[in-house]
């Protein structure tokens, strides 16, 4: 079955909800980033480059909106109406989530210069939320199988 208009919005609006999460998220972690760096460039203590991961984290999202673009756009059983809800919920979510992993990585790159410890725990915390993402994705691919 070809996808119509509002097929075709469904499945452009989760790859477009998904990229608009992460550039919210990238609005708000990056500028985290630099702060961090600056508040060591003011204290003459050495800048962690390794902080620079917390900047990309929400990046992974627009990954995921891509696959279900992929997948939606070769679905041959989902109408437009099926597509419609699957597309723009999952691309919610995916964008919801990457705002929310932005305000966890710039609170963990904030903590992480300040303390120089607990790199890894602050990235758990970001990849828990990741999660979401991906049951978002998986759900979504069984729901439209």
């Known amino acids: 079955m070809e996808a119509g208009l ?13 990229c608009l999460g992460a550039a919210i998220g990238m609005a708000a ?15 003459n203590k050495p800048a962690p480059f390794i902080i620079l ?7 992974t999202n627009i990954l995921y909106g891509y696959i279900l673009l992929m997948f939606l756009s070769a679905s041959t059983t989902l109408g437009d109406p099926q597509l419609l809800v699957l597309g ?24 992480y210069v300040e303390t120089g410890k607990g790199f890894a725990n602050y990235l758990m915390v970001v990849g828990i939320a990741e999660t979401v993402s991906l049951f978002s994705v998986v759900f979504t691919i069984i729901l439209a199988a």
């Open 6 to 18: 509002l097929g075709w919005i469904g499945i452009g609006g989760c790859f477009g909800l998904s």
């Open 29 to 43: 972690n990056g500028p985290a980033v630099i702060g961090a760096w600056k508040k060591c460039y003011v204290q």
């Open 53 to 59: 991961v917390f900047a990309g984290t929400t990046l």
């Open 88 to 111: 723009l919920g999952a691309g919610l979510c995916i964008g919801a989530v990457a705002i929310t992993q932005a305000m966890c990585s710039a609170a963990g790159a904030e903590a």
